[in-house]
């Protein structure tokens, strides 16, 4: 069985989860944003030996800790396919903007829409979900009925689409990707804020007026 525990850190409060299985205790790290001494005791704390460090997308909180954590623990650092561009650059990270010291991070394994991956014997599945950035993707555990969706999907909102590789074009088609594909009962651990469900935000999620304008759904 695989269990989920949540650590909010950096200066947006960006949501760091920690995915293991309860037998083996291996497991992963989805988007480790900041406060890498932090992380460290929250990993220590749980017990857990973490294999992989999975990233949604590239942006300054959601990618802080990354490298610190990479050397400390000896893992890989995964991303989508498309990108290490946003990795590479401080101004499209944001660390530029947003941070006194840019910085920049490669990632050790890109990940194409669809592929499928097996961490701490959890079946994971790669879902190239662009709009908030190019390469943006979420992670979907079929067969738990978990999505982690960055900063796509949000508890009654959407990831914002004025960023410098922000697509309004692409996030709607992903949020109807999201929701056509995705079964309703499907819990959502998003990026910032809150769970949900895909039926909760399919019925009601402010980006319905735009995917109904649009055609999509």
Not at 26 to 46: A, N
Not at 66 to 84: D, H, I, T, Y
Not at 109 to 126: F, K, M, N, T
Not at 183 to 198: D, F, K, R, S, Y
């Amino acid at each position: 069985m695989i269990r989920i525990a949540v650590c909010p850190v950096g200066l947006l409060q960006a949501n760091c989860y920690l995915a293991w299985n309860e037998t083996s205790m291996r497991g992963f790290l989805v988007d480790p944003g900041g406060q890498s001494g932090k992380l460290e005791r929250f990993i220590e704390d749980h017990g857990v030996t973490v294999e992989a460090i999975l990233l949604t997308h590239g942006h300054f909180d959601h990618i802080g800790a990354a490298e610190k954590l990479r050397e400390k623990m000896g893992v890989p650092v995964f991303a989508g396919a498309l990108e290490q561009p946003v990795l590479s650059d401080p101004l499209l990270n944001l660390s530029g903007v947003y941070t006194m010291k840019p910085f920049t991070l490669r990632a050790d394994r890109l990940l194409a829409d669809q592929e499928e991956l097996s961490l701490a014997g959890c079946h994971i599945r790669v879902l190239h979900t662009p709009g908030h950035s190019e390469g943006g993707v979420c992670y979907e555990l079929p067969e738990e009925g978990i999505l982690f969706s960055g900063d796509t999907l949000f508890e009654g909102s959407y990831g914002r689409i004025d960023g410098p590789d922000g697509d309004p074009e692409a996030m709607f088609r992903s949020l109807a990707r999201l929701f056509r594909e995705l079964p309703g009962e499907m819990t959502v651990l998003p990026g910032h804020g809150g769970a949900t469900t895909i039926l909760e935000e399919s019925e009601h999620n402010p980006a319905l007026w735009e995917l109904r304008e649009r055609e999509y759904i």
